[in-house]
């Protein structure tokens, strides 16, 4: 009854004091709630970082490819988030084709588009949870950020084939840890970078991070596909096309023990694909090579990045080796259905990126084997530039990485004066119409 009359028969508080009493409660909540997650999100001394995090990208309005900095905000960080303060970024083929909408029949770019997966920096933050870097540890981001962690695939270690799986540009959150505002990924052209700490990359302290960009994207892509069949000491394996990615083969190649050779059009790559470490060099044109070469091989990296006549090189191929097909191209598309409709039978296969799993390992394998791609490292002012040479077909192999520590801050956009790059239509764009006549081709006349 006492406990009673003093809640029912309490004197009434005056409007203003009940009013100052409840501000002076949700003030107090609101500073308990900032505490905790402060507890929770950030180790190694930093402030906490419980707001979104500013960033500068070098980003195109549109599909002129025009790219201008331009501010951005990254998430927060979660509890699982690395913070990387962003030191290098390669400039990839496929940028060009996402940035240029050459995919729009598959999957229309969203703009302002930030293209890059090919990152590498320094951690400046990590979460509470995080146990796999620590401040000042040295990281990079590939291909992806996000898959569900739950499916099949992504439970034996093929996270990149999940149908979950977020881009690291131009993707959409599907999993609640690839959270960007604008409802898609920006990519590595970018001051910092927020991830999950499951799809960064540890990149040891001895291997430089100039070089680490393009071995996350170029490196796992020809070592996935050598590692996925067998590919092992003693055998003979052929690159087509002797750009960046094909001469990152070259070395990945060398590096297991195998007998390499490199395949171009001409004999205008011959020096350059001997110095990157090929035993033999074949120009396509000349039958009595291509005759000579008849069989031999056991496997064949295709690397050409636009649509082409992929059954010359079929012969070259032992009957057990496999026509990995790499350039994202109606070829592709074409290898993609004699996969799934023959199975292990079809000689002609696809490949595209590579687990988390495997990026980790040809990044260790390369530290291991003192592996580094041949390079160009260039201001962000110039990136109009280098487009207009990645669409020139890139004739001197080298991958290009733009300086982000140095040059990407609040003085580029006065130095970004170049007019747009100069690009091309593709000859045969990516979409249905031109996908019809490779796999009628593929099927009747045997090309798988």
């Not at 000579?292 to 690397?303: Q, W």
């Not at 191209?329 to 000689?347: E, H, L, M, R």
């Not at 280098?386 to 669409?391: A, I, P, Q, R």
């Amino acid at each position: 009854l006492e406990r009673f009359a003093r809640t029912r028969f309490r004197p009434r508080r005056a409007p203003a004091a009940a009013k100052a009493l409840a501000q002076e409660r949700r003030h107090l909540r609101r500073s308990s709630v900032r505490r905790r997650k402060s507890r929770q999100i950030v180790r190694g001394g930093m402030d906490p970082m419980l707001e979104p995090v500013e960033t500068i990208c070098m980003a195109c309005a549109d599909a002129a490819c025009d790219f201008q900095p331009m501010r951005f905000r990254r998430r927060a960080l979660s509890s699982n988030d690395v913070l990387i303060e962003m030191q290098f970024c390669g400039v990839c083929h496929s940028d060009l084709h996402i940035a240029n909408d050459h995919l729009k029949a598959v999957k229309p770019t969203s703009y302002p588009c930030v293209p890059g997966h090919e990152l590498s920096g320094v951690v400046a933050a990590v979460g509470s949870a995080v146990t796999k870097f620590r401040v000042g540890d040295h990281a990079g981001v590939g291909c992806f950020v996000d898959s569900c962690l739950e499916c099949d695939a992504c439970l034996k270690g093929e996270d990149h084939t999940c149908k979950k799986q977020v881009g690291t540009y131009n993707g959409k959150d599907q999993n609640g840890r690839a959270v960007q505002e604008g409802g898609y990924t920006l990519g590595g052209y970018t001051s910092k970078m927020v991830v999950h700490e499951r799809f960064a990359i540890q990149i040891p302290k001895t291997y430089p991070l100039e070089y680490a960009g393009p071995v996350m994207c170029a490196g796992v892509t020809m070592f996935e596909p050598m590692r996925r069949y067998g590919i092992e000491r003693g055998m003979h394996v052929g690159v087509v096309g002797i750009g960046g990615l094909g001469a990152m083969g070259v070395k990945l190649a060398k590096a297991m023990g195998c007998t390499v050779t490199a395949i171009s059009r001409s004999k205008s790559k011959m020096a350059f694909a001997k110095k990157v470490g090929a035993d033999f060099h074949i120009a396509s044109g000349d039958k009595a090579e291509m005759a000579a070469a008849r069989g031999k091989m056991d496997m064949i990296l295709d690397t050409v990045p636009t649509a082409h006549n992929y059954a010359l090189y079929s012969p070259l191929v032992k009957p057990t080796g496999k026509l990995v097909m790499l350039g994202i191209t109606p070829n592709f598309v074409a290898a993609i259905v004699a996969k799934a409709a023959f199975g292990d039978k079809s000689k002609l296969v696809p490949s595209a990126i590579g687990s988390i799993a495997r990026t980790q390992e040809v990044i260790d394998f390369c530290a291991e084997h003192n592996i580094t791609p041949d390079i160009e490292i260039f201001p962000a002012e110039q990136l109009n530039e280098v487009y207009t040479k990645l669409d020139a077909s890139n004739e001197t192999g080298l991958r290009y990485v733009m300086d982000i520590a140095n040059t990407l801050n609040e003085e580029t956009e006065a130095k970004c004066t170049l007019p747009p790059p100069t690009l091309a239509a593709p000859e045969k764009p990516m979409t249905v119409w031109n996908f019809i006549p490779e796999i009628l081709g593929m099927f009747f006349f045997l090309r798988w």
